[in-house]
């Protein structure tokens, strides 16, 4: 079960949040919070996955509070502003729900979490055969075994696979050896070959 909380200054979202979260079996939400200082007292104590925050909220920005998390804890924005959402994906925001929304959009973004937990707790105990990369805003499965090497542009990496077009993601070499298999790879320059 993904750990969840929810922060937003609006009592009525956190009622819809929470009612859609009733619905998702792999969801188990531990709070919600109307104050943001409630919410980091609570984070302080507490471990969680997950947190759908609202964007704007008086007393402090959903973008700021994101920014203050750790960065292992998945977000999830939800608010009215469309203005936010390339800043929310800057954040490395799981995905960004724009209010009000129904409750398939609200498990598209779910199953987007669901699928970056698992993936984590996989890689944690055993090794993966894939790895998940943010592109183009969404989630993305490379097989490891797919990939022909990597090259390093500037501040992106551009993923050259043996089957499919080239991939570019906005990712750091070192975070990107970090992910792979040391066996599998090796760093070349500015570059990562497979073996």
Not at 32 to 49: C, G, H
Not at 174 to 189: Q, Y
Request: charged fraction near 30%; include cysteine.
């Amino acid at each position: 079960m993904i750990k969840t909380i929810a922060v937003d200054d609006e009592p009525l979202a956190l009622v819809v949040v929470e009612s859609f979260c009733q619905r998702m079996d792999v969801i188990d939400l531990r709070g919600t919070f109307t104050e943001p200082a409630e919410a980091i007292k609570y984070l302080s104590e507490n471990q969680v996955d997950l947190i759908f925050l609202d964007v704007k909220m008086p007393a402090m920005s959903g973008l700021e509070f994101a920014r203050y998390t750790d960065k292992e804890v998945m977000v999830i924005f939800t608010t009215a502003y469309t203005e936010y959402a390339v800043e929310g994906f800057n954040l490395n925001a799981i995905d960004y729900l724009l209010k009000p929304f129904a409750f398939d959009r609200f498990e598209q973004a779910v199953i987007k979490a669901k699928d970056l937990f698992e993936y984590r707790t996989d890689s944690n105990t055993n090794d993966p055969s894939y790895i998940l990369l943010r592109v183009d805003y969404s989630l993305r499965k490379i097989y490891i075994d797919n990939i022909r090497y990597i090259e390093g542009l500037d501040n992106n990496l551009k993923i050259v696979l043996k089957n499919g077009d080239p991939i570019v993601v906005r990712m750091s070499m070192k975070a990107m050896e970090e992910k792979l298999p040391a066996d599998v790879f090796i760093r070349v320059h500015r570059s990562l070959s497979s073996r």
